[in-house]
T-cell receptor
Framework: RKEVEQDPGPFNVPEGATVAFNCTYS??????FFWYRQDCRKEPKLLMS???SGNEDGRFTAQLNRASQYISLLIRDSKLSDSATYLC????????????FGTGTRLKVLA | DVKVTQSSRYLVKRTGEKVFLECVQD?????MFWYRQDPGLGLRLIYF???????EKGDIPEGYSVSREKKERFSLILESASTNQTSMYLC??????????????FGPGTRLTVL
């Protein structure tokens, strides 16, 4: 079983739609959680951190469910520019400085 | 503006060659990382360094070595390149400890092809 698992998609949604992605993680000792965005042929960039209380940034909302060991990302009012691959990242304090990346969920927003 | 730079965007090498990939960050970050990214496998950690001259193996260190002589520079070395090392190589840096909410900043990547 992979440490961090994501549905690879693609999720094809029309402009203005709401779309949600989940990511599950296997290490219950995981401490910090992130969503990164990666455009085609570009490097990953931080979209948002995911805190225990959840957090919202404009059209984006991230939630953490420690009991079920998953994080989610909700995108409201999708824009064409939201088309990208969304990477789930999990980190732990297991004595090392490791970030574990999911393989990503590809989103295509259609006009 | 924070920046991580990598020495080459595209590189073509032959099997058996020694390959050097350079990464420089200007943020005075303690931690630096080398990943490779392959379709369907995502980003996999090769090596990381949390201080000058310090290094730790990641998940797939075989066939690679690293060097960190200065805080801002982290080099990845392929001692004898093989075709299965054809990949996108991404360098990243961050401050503080993993397990805390510290952002990783990535370089633009080096697409290496080994013939």
């Amino acid at each position: 079983r992979k440490e961090v698992e994501q549905d690879p998609g693609p999720f094809n949604v029309p402009e203005g739609a709401t779309v949600a992605f989940n990511c599950t993680y296997s290490n219950s000792a995981s401490q910090s959680f992130f969503w990164y965005r990666q455009d085609c042929r570009k490097e990953p960039k931080l979209l948002m951190s995911v805190y225990s209380s959840g957090n919202e940034d404009g059209r984006f909302t991230a939630q953490l469910n420690r009991a079920s060991q998953y994080i989610s990302l909700l995108i409201r009012d999708s824009k064409l520019s939201d088309s990208a691959t969304y990477l789930c990242v999990v980190s732990s304090t297991s004595g090392t400085y490791k970030y574990i990346f999911g393989t990503g969920t590809r989103l295509k927003v259609l006009a | 503006d924070v920046k991580v730079t990598q020495s080459s965007r595209y590189l073509v090498k032959r099997t058996g060659e020694k390959v050097f990939l350079e990464c420089v960050q200007d943020m005075d970050h303690e931690n630096m990382f080398w990943y490779r990214q392959d379709p369907g496998l995502g980003l996999r950690l090769i090596y990381f360094s949390y201080d000058v001259k310090m290094k730790e193996k990641g998940d797939i260190p075989e066939g690679y070595s690293v060097s960190r002589e200065k805080k801002e520079r982290f080099s990845l070395i392929l001692e004898s390149a093989s075709t299965n090392q054809t990949s996108m190589y991404l360098c990243a840096s961050s401050d503080g400890l993993a397990g805390s909410y510290n952002e990783q900043f990535f370089g633009p990547g080096t697409r290496l092809t080994v013939l």
